[in-house]
């Protein structure tokens, strides 16, 4: 029998993990819910006529598609064969597969809005954390199984849901004790730069060339760039585009330079101006190799990039005016961010950023001395655990030895030694298992000693 494994690109969390992540969780929760943003959830599954076109010709290559069932049944197996020719061709099939694994919150939730628009309050803002799969090739910081945590308002085109986004980045990331880069940039300005190298047919072209600019460099960008049919001129014009460095200011300057008086271009930049004139910290910076290789997305752009680590962006999104149109609801704009968990979790790590008391469960061991000394131990645990304070009793009487080495193991920071002196005194031995300090307590004050060393 082979050894059990689990598929590449997925993960298994013991405990201590799961607590980190659900600090993550609940920090950013809390941060959506303080700006009026309420949670959604929707299927793990989708039609794959809801996902597919939807997110570049790159992003469709990715979707894990899910083969519908029922090919036990002999006379499906010649036309299964048939379908699947067309598949491994990299067609689709409703006789195949009629489904997908979501490859993204966003355009489940577009899909959600266009469903029930009718009853929802607008603008609607929902939060998100639900995992998502992506065929990808698993390396450090990319797996196929992860979780993605969203916010999004729809039913605005105000500028101000940008601005609110922003603050959400900066804030989430401070109380994270993560410091990081929010770049941001605008499709109408990359809009802008198709238009004077040809036309806006080119704007795909251009925003799947230079979303790789971090992964191959320039000089790769610009073979990409020749390979899709652009001319010398016109690329010579990309690169004094992506060569564009300094300060937010003079980075805005020297974009109004080259981009003349495009109207698109100028759209886009003030835009981006309005954004840092209500956001002062250094925190958010112009970037305008930023591309998203996403088609959605219609304005602002964002991208976090975590300081002093060698990561991939740790969170991103944009404004996506069109996207609820894909699903016969026009005239619904829409924007909004997302945070990538599991590579915030690996920053998190490597800075040592999360709290001690993150990892602990068990704040207390009561030892299992015998049956008159359990059960009473018993009586005193319940009445820590309604006061709030997570508590376990051994599961048998053993050796102090061995109760002591699975509170150590547990990283149970106390144990409660109740023998039959101390049951007839109405007494408790309180251990430290961290600093080995050990006093004798009465029994009606354990509460108070375990909520004043937290």
Request: with cysteine; proline share 3%; net charge negative.
């Amino acid at each position: 029998m082979s050894k059990p494994s689990i598929p590449q690109g997925t993960r298994d969390f013991s405990a201590d993990v799961v607590r980190k992540r659900q600090y993550i969780f609940n920090t950013i929760r809390s941060v959506f819910e303080l700006y009026g943003f309420q949670p959604l959830e929707t299927p793990a599954m989708e039609n794959l006529t809801t996902l597919m076109g939807k997110y570049g010709e790159e992003g469709d290559k990715l979707i894990f598609k899910v083969l519908n069932n029922g090919f036990e049944r002999p006379e499906k197996h010649e036309q299964a064969r048939v379908d699947f020719e067309k598949i491994l061709a990299g067609k689709n099939t409703k006789d195949i597969t009629e489904r997908a694994l979501r490859y993204d919150l966003t355009i489940p939730f577009a899909r959600y809005v266009a469903m029930h628009h009718g009853q929802l309050t607008f603008p609607f803002k929902r939060y998100q954390i639900q995992p998502v799969w992506r065929a990808d090739r698993p390396q450090r910081g990319r797996y196929r199984e992860f979780y993605q945590c969203d916010a999004d308002v729809v039913g605005s085109a105000s500028l101000l849901n940008e601005v609110e986004l922003t603050n959400i980045y900066v804030s989430a990331f401070e109380q994270l004790h993560i410091p990081v880069e929010i770049r941001i940039n605008s499709r109408k300005i990359l809009a802008a730069l198709a238009e004077i190298c040809g036309g806006s047919e080119k704007l795909v072209d251009i925003t799947i060339a230079i979303d790789k600019l971090d992964k191959i460099g320039l000089s790769k960008v610009q073979e990409e760039l020749a390979e899709r049919g652009l001319s010398n001129t016109q690329i010579a014009t990309i690169t004094s585009y992506l060569q564009i460095d300094g300060d937010n200011a003079t980075k805005l300057n020297a974009m109004e330079a080259l981009l003349g008086n495009n109207t698109i271009g100028e759209q886009g930049l003030s835009e981006i101006k309005h954004v840092l004139s209500h956001q002062p910290s250094q925190q958010v910076v112009v970037d305008f190799t930023l591309a998203r290789g996403l088609n959605y997305y219609t304005g602002i752009i964002f991208e976090i990039k975590a300081v002093g680590v060698q990561m991939g962006s740790i969170g991103g999104g944009g404004r996506y005016d069109d996207l609820t149109g894909l699903f016969g609801v026009p005239n619904l704009p829409g924007v909004g961010i997302s945070f990538g968990i599991d590579r915030i979790y690996d920053v998190m790590e490597e800075l040592n950023a999360f709290p001690a008391t993150v990892v602990t469960g068990t704040r207390v061991l009561f030892f299992n001395l015998g049956t008159a000394e359990s059960n009473y131990a018993f009586q005193i645990m319940q009445q820590v655990r309604q006061a709030g304070i997570a508590a376990e009793l051994y599961h048998e009487q053993s050796k102090l030895d061995k109760q002591f080495k699975y509170a150590e193991k547990k990283q149970i920071p106390f144990v409660a030694i109740i023998g039959s002196n101390e049951v007839q005194q109405q007494q408790i031995q309180l251990k430290n298992v961290v600093s080995g300090e050990q006093q004798c307590i009465n029994a009606d004050t354990l509460i108070a000693h375990l909520q004043a060393s937290k």
